[in-house]
């Protein structure tokens, strides 16, 4: 399906600006997006078991607009995902990683998946916050973009103390987005956050980008 739309002419610019990690079909976004909904529509989306098969598949191969399209088919079912598959999320997250992939998987398939089986919280953002792996490091802090004033605040705070003092930046300014998001809620406590933890300038300007000057 995807195979005949793809341009070299296309695919070498995107595959630069992805530091060459991925090779890539060079089909353009909204290209990608009107084929598969054009799939979709004429097949229907996969389901179940079904699912994560298909999406398990697409993963697999090595071109990203495969793996941009398994994250649609997901996104699609995300309130069908069960308990059982975080497991699946988590091999998502951590294979073929970049935050083109991980930042919509944590916002949306993790925080989706975190809702409605709160009693994964506590499990999986512990494992993912002491992790060697920095994209489920930056999952823990992310998925909860979408919350507004369903954050647990006391949750994300804890989770950005304990990460503060590290130099990846992909983790900085994770925790500058997280805070930046949650300031649209609570700017009050964000802004006392800022003010009482040692954070990068990176992560303070990014947290206090829309609310005024710096604590």
Do not use: C
């Not at 078991?49 to 995300?78: I, N, Q, S």
């Not at 512990?126 to 979408?146: M, P, Y």
Request: hydrophobic residues 45%; without cysteine.
């Amino acid at each position: 399906m995807l195979r005949s739309h793809a341009s070299e002419e296309v695919a070498g610019p995107m595959t630069a600006y992805m530091r060459d990690l991925f090779p890539f079909l060079g089909i353009r976004t909204p290209e990608r997006a009107a084929v598969t909904k054009r799939f979709m529509k004429e097949r229907g989306v996969p389901s179940g078991a079904e699912l994560e098969r298909v999406a398990r598949k697409l993963w697999a191969l090595p071109e990203r607009e495969f793996h941009y399209t398994a994250m649609m088919l997901l996104e699609k079912r995300k309130k069908d995902l069960t308990i059982e598959q975080i497991d699946f999320i988590e091999h998502l997250i951590t294979t073929h990683s970049w935050w083109d992939t991980v930042d919509l998987i944590a916002s949306h398939l993790v925080g989706g998946m975190f809702t409605h089986y709160p009693e994964l919280v506590p499990t999986y953002t512990e494992k993912w916050i002491v992790s060697d792996n920095l994209w489920l490091r930056r999952t823990a802090i992310l998925f909860q973009l979408g919350y507004k004033g369903r954050t647990d605040a006391e949750l994300l705070f804890s989770l950005i103390r304990r990460t503060a003092h590290e130099d990846e930046f992909f983790i900085r300014k994770a925790i500058g987005w997280a805070l930046r998001e949650y300031a649209k809620t609570d700017a009050a406590a964000v802004q006392r956050f800022v003010a009482d933890t040692e954070l990068s300038p990176l992560s303070v300007r990014e947290a206090l980008k829309h609310v005024g000057a710096k604590a």
